[in-house]
């Protein structure tokens, strides 16, 4: 199964079993979504629980939160990330405050739906700005890398209580994959070990899963045994799985197609050596640059498998000394 | 608006500046945000809506909260910070919130509630229910996007939603001619064909006849209305914002109370007298007084909830 069909597949189960579950956002009714996600729900459940909005972001998604908050289970879907930023106000200021703010008497199971991730598309639609929102209190992050993933991550996110952002990146869409037959969810704020390692333990998430087995893969050929892990969820992180594969390995590469200052990898580092000491470790991302829609700068910006290659037989060296 | 109607509308109005006129003597959980001056507005909308429908406001809310009927001792408590509040006493002033009684709450981003509200009315239309949506907000949201974007998508969506913009002339310091373009601040709705009007605010039976106009409107499935009322603050933002307006223009915007207005207009036609007007007064002091006491006699929360209802 596709990844867009595999999210079209959970949506579909989902609204099929609470009427509760509906989709707001830039063409997601005949249109079927940008990335085609969204297939086939227009012509089964119609435009009322489909619906196309204006576009408008921190309508879509303060309609979406306030839905929430009155009963319903919305999905916004913001066709980029990067025009999250406009929807910031009602997921920051009300969505994931609202069970606290209100002692528990409204809550908003809203989810936030995006695409990050570069894809020749230019420096206003290719940010992946996933940790500026792992530090927000109420609020969950995730991000799959596979379709099983997605199928499960999107169905799990749909069933939580309160607000989830749910990331996906446009190259995988057209990723194809095994899917559990069965009605299941993954639940958030568990990692997967993708590759099994001894020498360094490589976090990532989201397409950057792809170059971490590329490199990991480069790294055999020399002798070094990776073990890679798929955060899949940002917010919670699961530092069981982090913390036992870095206190085997004691050496840590975090890889993000964001910025590294602020970012995903420096969280997990911080995190694994308050609970292992200090350990080695090296983040790997993005330039510190925007990224361009022009091919040759878009992929100089971007971490491929040899920066990831070097960076991690740096590392080695240091946790040798 | 007459007889005991008119009676319960002086009484509400009397007992939101009571209830505010006491708090303000309570600095000791921090500023609050008074309406005093604009009771007619709360009480006039609330006059028009139903027991199913909900009312979102902006920070100012505690004349909004008291007139939708939530009960003033766990306000009060609230406004205090202590855990017998309607939030618990962890959302505190701009965050009031009491959905079971119709309140569904207030939220101190100007303009912010204006989103959440099409949102909770896009749920009650998709339930099918009879109720419809108020959302209350100053003249301060009025520049913002959220009222822009929600005005269009409200009315493409034939929402059971109220706008209602209490001008109340001021944001913060920044009067209302420096900040907004309109003429009136309704002709914004002509541009979506709504039924918008501007409407004095210090009169409390010219707000509840047109909120119920407005209100049959948006009950009836044909969208949004807009309703703009002009009131007046009698203090400064905040009770502990510099106040910006001389004494002479102060005096003037006083003598227009809403509540000296209504009580004047009762006993010219018999419908009180001062024995009555007294009762009323020593009544709504006594349920103050009682929202004091049981503030006081409330805990604060407990440490450990800081953690509690994040997640």
């Known amino acids: ?16 079993k609470d009427e509760r579950v509906f989709i707001l956002g830039q063409d997601v009714g005949a249109f079927g979504g940008s990335y085609r996600e969204f297939d086939g729900l227009f012509g089964e459940f119609g435009a009322e629980r489909v619906r196309d909005t204006p576009v408008a972001e921190a309508a879509m998604v ?8 009155a009963g319903h289970r919305p999905v916004v879907s913001i066709t980029y990330m990067d025009f999250m930023m406009l929807g910031f106000d009602p997921l920051i200021n009300y969505g994931a ?40 209190p109420g609020l969950k992050v995730v991000a799959p890398s596979t379709p099983a993933d997605a199928y499960g991550l999107l169905k799990a996110a749909l069933r939580e209580d309160g607000p989830v952002v749910y990331v996906d990146h446009k190259r995988l869409f057209p990723v194809a994959g095994e899917v559990p037959l069965a009605d299941s969810i993954v639940p958030i704020g568990k990692a997967n070990i993708l590759r099994g390692g001894s020498d360094l333990t490589i976090t990532t998430h989201s397409y950057m899963t792809r170059i971490a087995l590329e490199a990991a893969k480069s790294l055999e050929a020399d002798g070094i045994s990776a073990e890679v892990i798929d955060l899949r969820s940002l917010a919670p992180l699961d530092m069981d799985a982090i913390g036992a594969s870095v206190g085997k390995t004691r050496a840590l590469l975090t890889l993000e197609e964001g910025q590294v200052t602020s970012g995903v990898g420096i969280e997990v580092i911080g995190r694994v050596h308050e609970l292992l000491g200090l350990v080695p470790a090296v983040r790997v991302g993005a330039l510190p640059a925007p990224v361009s829609s022009n091919p040759v700068l878009e992929q100089a910006c971007l971490p491929d498998a040899s920066r990831v290659v070097t960076a991690a037989r740096k590392l080695l060296s240091q946790k040798r000394d | ?39 007619a507005v709360a009480v006039g909308l609330c006059a028009a809506l139903g027991p199913d429908d909900q009312l979102l406001t902006g920070g100012r809310s505690i004349g909004p909260a008291l007139a939708r009927g939530c009960d003033p001792s766990r306000v009060m408590a609230e406004l205090l910070g202590r855990s017998t509040g309607t939030n618990r006493g962890k959302g505190g002033r701009g965050h009031l919130a009491d959905p079971a009684s119709g309140f569904f709450g207030s939220h101190a981003v100007v303009g912010g509630n204006i989103n959440v509200a099409a949102g909770v009315a896009l749920s009650m239309q998709m339930s099918r229910t009879s109720g419809i949506v108020a959302v ?24 059971p939603l109220l706008f ?15 900040a907004l373009a309109p003429r009136n601040l309704s002709d914004i709705g002509l541009a979506f064909g709504i039924p918008s009007k501007t409407i004095d605010g210090m009169d409390v039976d010219t707000v509840s006849e047109a909120a119920h106009e407005a209100v ?9 209305a807009f309703l703009e009322c002009i009131s007046y603050r009698f203090a400064s933002h905040s009770t502990t914002a510099r106040e910006t307006r001389s004494r002479a223009e102060l005096a003037e915007i006083r003598s227009r109370c809403p509540i000296v207005k209504l009580t004047g207009q009762l006993k010219a036609t018999g419908g009180l007298d001062d024995a009555a007007e007294a009762d009323l007064k020593r009544e709504v002091a006594e349920v103050v007084m009682a929202a004091i006491a049981f503030s006081d006699r409330s805990e604060y929360p407990n440490p450990a909830e800081a953690l509690t209802d994040v997640w």
């Not at chain 1, 595999?6 to 609204?15: D, F, L, P, Q, S």
């Not at chain 1, 303060?62 to 908050?69: D, L």
């Not at chain 2, 209602?164 to 420096?178: F, M």
């Not at chain 2, 049959?216 to 949004?224: C, E, H, I, L, M």
Request: glycine share 12%; with cysteine.
């Open chain 1, 97 to 136: 405050k609202l069970r606290y703010k209100t002692g528990g008497q409204l809550r908003a199971p809203v989810v936030v739906k995006t695409t990050a991730g570069a894809k020749g598309q230019g420096v206003a639609h290719s940010q992946c700005i996933e940790s500026w929102l792992m530090s927000v």
């Open chain 2, 164 to 178: 209602v913009c209490n001008n109340n002339q001021l944001s913060v310091s920044t009067p209302r001619a420096t």
């Open chain 2, 1 to 39: 608006m007459i007889g005991t109607e008119a009676k319960r509308a002086l009484r509400s109005m009397m007992l939101i500046r009571a209830f505010e006129e006491t708090l303000a003597k309570r600095p000791d959980h921090g500023f609050q945000l008074l309406s005093s001056g604009e009771e």
């Open chain 1, 1 to 16: 199964m596709f990844f867009r069909e595999a999210i079209a597949r959970a949506m579909r189960e989902e609204m099929r």
């Open chain 1, 62 to 69: 303060g309609v979406g939160v306030g839905a929430a908050a």
């Open chain 2, 216 to 224: 049959a409107w948006v009950r009836s499935g044909k969208g949004p």
């Open chain 2, 136 to 159: 209350l907000f100053g003249d301060g949201a009025f520049g913002a996007g959220a009222l822009h974007e929600i005005l269009n998508i409200s009315t493409a969506w034939k929402l």
